[in-house]
């Protein structure tokens, strides 16, 4: 069996790493480039940066940061934010990062995904979605979650995966910086419909929200932010309370 990710976020506006909730109310955490190489220390099994601004502000990723966070830390690293062409992919992929994330990108370009995945591998392509539930029904949102679209979320999983994506980010709006627990629902809904790996994110707030997580869903990477960045779990713990309870994990 496949181990289980710890993968702590990294949103970085204006070249800091900041935290908000449901996607508001941002507050300043650390610099990029210290957390990332604690993160590593700690014993994080990956890391994700976005750069939370860029789709929003039509801006470029600053990719002097991620040189810098990649040159420190010797784990895989996933960079999102503002990749919405395949030259965009390029710069992010020889700046250093192992995988590139595709947002609101790849549903303003669906065929940016099969691009990349062609030039690149699959394994180098992660979707992310912004999910939330409107009128019970669980819409993708785009430009850092501030746009709904017309897309319902397994639907659009299932069509990424066909053009080439390799892997999902499951972000939900609803739960997110909540510490109420993930959405595993809607976790289950996707991984049910696709046959690539899942990363479940929103919603973090204790060590036992991850050993729900593991035991009732299948999911193979677990993203959290605010319970690592203001020190309310430690890496290293985590891990070995979801190795207790016998969640395939490395210590």
């Known amino acids: 069996m496949l181990k289980r990710r710890i993968i702590p976020c990294l949103d970085v506006r204006d070249g800091r790493v900041v935290k908000g909730t449901q996607f508001s109310d941002i507050q300043d955490v650390d610099d990029p ?23 929003h502000e039509n801006r470029s990723l600053i990719l002097d940061v991620v040189r810098n966070v990649s040159a420190n830390v010797h784990i895989p690293f996933t960079v999102g934010g503002g990749i919405n062409t395949i030259d965009r992919i390029a ?3 020889l700046s250093g990062a192992d995988k590139v994330s595709l947002n609101s990108g790849a549903i303003k370009n669906p065929v940016l995904i099969t691009q990349g ?12 979605m912004d999910v939330k539930k409107v009128s019970g029904t669980y819409k993708v949102f785009i430009n850092g979650g501030r746009i709904e679209t017309d897309l319902e979320a397994v639907s659009w999983a299932k069509k990424a995966v066909s053009l080439g994506a ?20 809607l976790l289950k809904r996707i991984e049910d419909a696709v046959d690539v790996p899942i990363i479940a994110s929103g919603g973090a707030g204790s060590v036992e929200d991850f050993i729900e997580l593991a035991t009732r869903t299948n999911v193979d990477g677990y993203l959290a932010a605010s319970v ?9 713990d985590l891990k070995r309370s979801l190795k207790e309870k016998g969640v395939p994990i490395r210590l």
Do not use: P
Request: charged letters at 20%; glycine letters at 8%; hydrophobic letters at 45%.
């Open 117 to 128: 995945a062609k030039r690149f591998g699959n394994q180098c392509i992660v979707l992310s």
């Open 33 to 55: 480039v210290m957390l990332a190489s604690t993160y590593a220390l700690e014993g994080a099994d990956e890391l994700v940066f976005y750069d939370i601004t860029a789709s």
């Open 91 to 93: 710069d992010v992929l």
């Open 166 to 185: 390799g892997e999902i980010v499951v972000n939900s709006m609803d739960q997110d910086g909540m510490k109420q627990g993930f959405n595993l629902e």
């Open 228 to 236: 690592f960045h203001f020190k309310e779990i430690n890496i290293k």
